[in-house]
Each structure stands twice: as structure tokens, then as C-alpha cells.
């Protein structure tokens, strides 16, 4: 969740403790060792957690679903609670700051650094590449508000009606069919189109499978950075199926055009559980890196941990598709080093 880069450790850990007590299967000991904390942090955690009406103890600890049913509204008003993401709030909406410490805006930008944002105590606004502040602005929206698709990008739409923005680049956009479906579908400005497009389509794979085949029909330099990653991967693992190989590349390509438009790994693995990431994926990437020019800002633990995820979201894909128990067994065998997750 790409709202853990913001909170306090605190909230990070009441949010960690919470998924865990909604399992209903685990002692305070077993909590404490998943978590990496003692014993007495959990038992004072569960009882601010217990004050605040959020869970109660039957056999073991619970939610109160008497009070909060949705465990989603549970977690959305844990972080609208927290101090440091109430203070980004006001940064990335550019609203009035009712008070303002110097010592927790500076906690902040602590915090944003790996976003490669700045909030701006004069300005009230944060500093950055407008796709950044952009995409956060579109995953707030999406996470704390019921809208349509439609809804949200009228939002954006009408925030930024007096603003300027980039024009499409014709590197990543080499012809604008399907920008200008999009476009027409949804009513928002051209200027906007490259941010909320590209939105989209992480939302319709079978898009941006479209995309991809845009890329390939037109043989952009992003197309043949995939292929040549591709290729570097195939000498390491492979494939089960075509439809693996398929999904891999599409996927991949997802990752290159988020990097091409300046977005930090950090974001693109946000969406994913963070765990172990095999050394294999990390030799892999250093090869990536040495060959791949598009790569050489990326730091090696996260380009790791994005191919580890690319790779099991596409056998998911993979196995959703054609869910026979032969392929099932016969990928965790082949790719019992790759698929390893020890730690989640």
C-alpha cells in the first residue's frame, strides 16, 4: 500500500497488527515474531487499539465488526487519523494548513524523499514531477471515495482545468488511437491524457496488452529495451507456456513505461506485500542494470523485488487462465528458486 511511504511507524504498525488480528488465528507471541517487535510492544498496541473500540477479545483477538463491519473503513480511518498523512493531505490537495510544526514537516519530507517529493512550507504544495503528484492525487481519490472510474477522472479534470501539463511524447505514445478512445470516452483534457491514460490502463490489463502491441507494431525504443530484458531473463528461466512468456513481456512493459514517465520503484512495488526476495532476482537485476541504459537510476533491491513481483503476478495470471493441476505443479517445480517467498 503505497500509504505505508507516509505514515508514522506507528500507524505502520497498527495497520500490521490489525491484518493480522483479522485472521483470528494468531498469539500475542506469533504476532510479536511476524511483526519484529516484543511482546510488550504488541500487548501496548492491542490495548490502545482495544481503547479506541477498534478490536475486542472473544478466544482470541477480533475486529469489532459490531463497530466496523468493513474492515476497509477500519483502515481508511487509521490513516486519516494519522498525523503525518493528515499533514500530506493538506500538501497534496494544496489546502490552507491549520498549523503547521516545523518538526513534523520535516518528518514528512523524510518520508517523501523516496517519492522524490518535497512539501513546500511556503507554497503549501509539494514539489515534484506533476505524474507523481498526479498518480497519488488519482490513488486518494480511488481509496477514500466511492466514484465511478468516470468520477475520478472528472475530479482530476476539474482540479486541474487552469493548470498546464505535459503533451503527450510521441516515444511513449507512438500513435493515439487508443489515447483518443480514451479521451473521448471519459471527457478530459488532451494535456492529461499521458496521466490518466497511463491510470488506466493499470486498472485493464487486456489494454494494456493493446498498448504493448502498439510498442511492437511500431518497434519503439521501449518495445526493444523489453525485448532485450526479455531476453537477458529467458537466458536465467524458462517459460511454461507462451502464455506465460506473453503476460511476463506485458507486464514488463508496464514496469518500463512507469520508469519512462519517472515513476519510483518504490510506487510501482507499493501495491505488492513486501517480502524475501531470492538472490537470483537480485544478480538478475544487476545484469539488467549493466546492459540496459533506461535502468541505471534504479536501485538493485528494488528492481529485485519488482521482477520478483512481475513474475508471480504472471503466473497467477497464467494459472487463472488455464488452471490445470499439470501446469500448476509443473511451475512450482521450475520455478521453485524464483517463486520462493520465504518471509511473507
Known sequence: MIWQLII????????????????????????????GISIK?????????EQKAYVIKENTWQINRQHYPNYLELH?????????????KQFLWELTPTEMQYTKLRRLNRRLISLNLLAKRRTGRLLGDLGIILLLQLRYLRDFYYFEEGEVYRQIDEYYQNQSATSLDKALFPDKVLVNKFIEEFDVQEKLAVYLFFDHMR?????????????????TALYEEVTLASKIIEETMAWESELLKSTFRVKLFDLFFGIHQGLPLVIFNSKWKQGHVSPDYHRLSKELKRQLSLLSNCRIDELALALKNIVLASHQVALTTTPTLDSSLLIQERYRTFLSDEGN
Open 8 to 35: 508514522s511507524k506507528k500507524t505502520q504498525r497498527y495497520l500490521a497488527l490489525l491484518e493480522l488480528i483479522k485472521e483470528e488465528q494468531y498469539k500475542m507471541t506469533e504476532m510479536a515474531k511476524q511483526l
Open 41 to 49: 510492544t504488541v500487548r501496548r498496541y492491542i490495548s490502545e487499539l
Open 76 to 88: 481508511r480511518k487509521i490513516l486519516m487519523e494519522d498525523p503525518l498523512f493528515q499533514l500530506f
Open 203 to 219: 486498472y485493464h490489463f487486456q489494454l494494456f496488452t493493446e498498448f504493448y502491441r502498439c510498442h511492437q507494431k511500431h518497434r
